[in-house]
Nanobody, 119 residues
Framework: QLQASGGGLVQAGGSLRLSCAAT????????MGWVRQAPGKEREFVAG????????NYGNSVKGRFTISRDNIRHTVGLQMDSLKSEDTAIYYC??????????????WGQGTQVTVSS
């Protein structure tokens, strides 16, 4: 079970930090990531991080603005979002995959947290 938090309403140009925690078990050995879905649009890969955190990758639309991290002691994954744009408005899901880098096809999903960026 994954629990995401930290979403909210922010003005364009502002920042938000999302966090994901495991409500059962740990995140150890899992590839972790974030996927978002805006109304009427397909799911979009945002960012991914390997275990224990050496490798990171980002979707083209967020490169240079978002930073993914993980705390392997607290078993949390964070997404720092800076220079937010209205097009970043979406529900953000924390995802996990034991066998492959996180993607829109990851087998484990959290409940999502809403991010709304006003222009």
């Amino acid at each position: 079970q994954l629990q995401a938090s930290g979403g909210g309403l922010v003005q364009a140009g502002g920042s938000l930090r999302l966090s994901c925690a495991a409500t059962e078990g740990t995140l150890s050995y899992y590839y972790m990531g974030w996927v978002r879905q805006a109304p009427g649009k397909e799911r979009e890969f945002v960012a991914g991080i390997s275990w224990p955190g050496r490798n990171k990758n980002y979707g083209n639309s967020v490169k240079g603005r978002f930073t993914i991290s993980r705390d392997n002691i607290r078993h949390t994954v964070g997404l720092q979002m800076d220079s937010l744009k209205s097009e970043d408005t979406a529900i953000y899901y924390c995802v996990a995959d034991r066998a492959a880098p996180a993607s829109t096809r990851a087998p484990f999903w959290g409940q999502g947290t809403q991010v709304t960026v006003s222009s």
